[in-house]
């Protein structure tokens, strides 16, 4: 029963109704953390972690998850990670995305290490999970699109940032505006690049 790794290789036990669970946007400066929680009714064909996946296949994947499975989105948001901290706010989006799968479950899979387990019986972490269990795959892949499709569309907002293309990761475009123009309330004002860009600026 359940899952064990060996060699880079894994198994379990099909039977089971897994959900998988996955965060992104954790090393953003700026948007927020979304988790995904999956629980697949049927298999999806071509399933993989999120980062090795474009960004049309993982619309079309997105898609096909959904029609073959219940999905859960956990948000949290920058204000809310300023408040608890990084770590407690991925636990937060977790607990929140696994909240919105309704049909009873066995057990929970997270993408990573023991230190964001949600307190749900039958819990538990695998490292690379995103890229070895369909479920913790699919919600890589929901929980990306899902928080991706929000940078594009709240980069209207703020144009001169260019969060339709970096989603808030710290490139060197994004540092620029941010020099240029300062803070928004998107961003994550306890990360010590944002910090550093404050301090400058006073």
Known sequence: MGFFVAHEHISYNRTMRTVG??????????GPVVAGAVLLHQPVEGLRDSKVLTAKKRVELDVRIRANGEVGLGWVWPEE?????????????????????????????????????????????LIKADDLVPAVSAASIAAKVARDTYMQQIAAEYPAYGFEKHVGYGTAAHIAALELHGVTPLHRLTYKP????????A
Request: hydrophobic share 45%; proline share 2%.
């Open 81 to 125: 990670i300023h408040e608890i901290g990084l770590t407690e706010a991925v636990r937060l989006a977790m607990r929140r995305a696994l909240a919105e799968i309704t049909t009873q479950y066995d057990e929970v899979i997270i993408d990573g290490n023991s230190n964001y387990l949600p307190d749900v019986v039958g819990s538990r972490a």
């Open 21 to 30: 669970i996955d965060e992104v946007g954790r090393g953003c400066w700026a």
């Open 194 to 201: 944002i910090i550093r860009i404050m301090e400058q600026a």
